[in-house]
């Protein structure tokens, strides 16, 4: 038993090292869906979670700057701020919210938001099926060793709709 904490201690203390050494910036936009962009390199669609790395020299510091950020709406509409500070003594998780500018094309936007929300469902429906049939082959498997079965009675699939009010997207799910 002392052997596992002697290998574990070690490991922990650069697991806990290492948290210290980044932050995450979830960035989220007006209508949601825009690609989010820092200088050349993309994160995805908001809301995106993006782990930040603060660099050696700057972790002593207590305000660490983000570089441009820019969103982009499928419309081509886009919002760039020129840098983001980050208050290190705050917290480590920060958040950003960007907002579309009053430029034509919003309702393409909203139909870009409401289609990325109806993929992530699908997504999930896709996972819970997937879930499901381990479980069963699991299960197919235990018995072919004469031993007791699991089997699982949840019902993991989602129906879901999604409607388009003013400015936001409300989506229920059942």
């Known amino acids: 038993m002392r052997s596992i904490i002697k290998l ?4 922990i203390f650069i697991v806990s090292g ?8 979830t ?3 007006d209508p949601p ?5 820092e200088g050349q390199k ?9 782990p930040v790395s603060i660099p050696p020299e700057m972790q002593k510091s207590r305000i660490i700057r983000i570089n441009e950020t820019k969103a982009v709406w499928a419309s081509g509409a886009y919002s760039t701020v020129p840098y983001i500070e980050l208050d290190l003594q ?6 950003f919210t960007f907002v579309r500018p009053n430029v034509p094309g919003r ?3 909203l139909n870009f938001a409401l289609q990325l929300e109806r993929n992530r469902i699908l997504q999930q429906q896709a996972q819970a099926q997937s879930d499901q049939a381990a479980m069963q082959a699991y299960g197919i498997l235990l018995n072919s060793f004469n031993r007791p079965t699991y089997n699982p009675t949840y019902n993991r699939s989602l129906n879901c709709t999604s409607n388009v009010v003013g ?8």
Request: charged share 5%; hydrophobic share 40%; aromatic share 22%.
């Open 90 to 95: 705050q917290n480590s998780n920060f958040y």
């Open 18 to 25: 290492c948290a210290a050494n980044q932050v995450t910036v």
């Open 167 to 174: 400015n936001y997207i409300y989506t229920n799910c059942w």
């Open 107 to 109: 309702e393409a936007d």
């Open 8 to 11: 574990l201690l070690p490991l």
């Open 42 to 50: 993309a994160f995805g669609f908001t809301p995106v979670r993006v």
């Open 27 to 29: 960035y989220y936009s």
């Open 33 to 37: 869906g825009a690609a989010i962009y």
